[in-house]
Nanobody, 114 residues
Framework: QVLLAESGGGLVQAGGSLRLSCAAS????????MAWFRQAPGKEREFVAT????????SYADSVKGRFTISRDNAKNTVYLQMNSLKPEDTAVYYC???????WGQGTQVTVSS
């Protein structure tokens, strides 16, 4: 069983930056692909970004491409989401996930004010 804990959310003005972290425990982190999702109020949860086990391959939703960067530190069992040039439409609860599985974190709120 893998446990995931997100942190780093908060309130930021449009154009600002935040870095989210997701710490994993209970599994072999260095061998698993990881992903970030988000869910805005009244909307379905949507894919944001994914990274493979060694960080050599990443993929992004079109809505965040060029603004967000996913990365990982296998020595720290942590995956990150660096979010720059934030927009009000990025407001959501952000979740990390072991890609392709039912292992999710509890989420962290990101609010971008205009």
């Amino acid at each position: 069983q893998v446990l995931l804990a997100e942190s780093g959310g908060g309130l930021v003005q449009a154009g600002g930056s935040l870095r989210l972290s997701c710490a994993a425990s209970g599994g072999t982190f260095s061998s698993i692909n990881m992903a970030w999702f988000r869910q805005a109020p009244g909307k379905e949860r949507e894919f944001v970004a994914t990274i493979n086990w060694n960080g050599g391959r990443t993929s992004y939703a079109d809505s965040v491409k060029g603004r967000f960067t996913i990365s990982r530190d296998n020595a720290k069992n942590t995956v990150y989401l660096q979010m720059n040039s934030l927009k009000p439409e990025d407001t959501a609860v952000y979740y990390c996930r072991v890609a392709g599985t039912g292992y999710w974190g509890q989420g962290t709120q990101v609010t971008v004010s205009s």
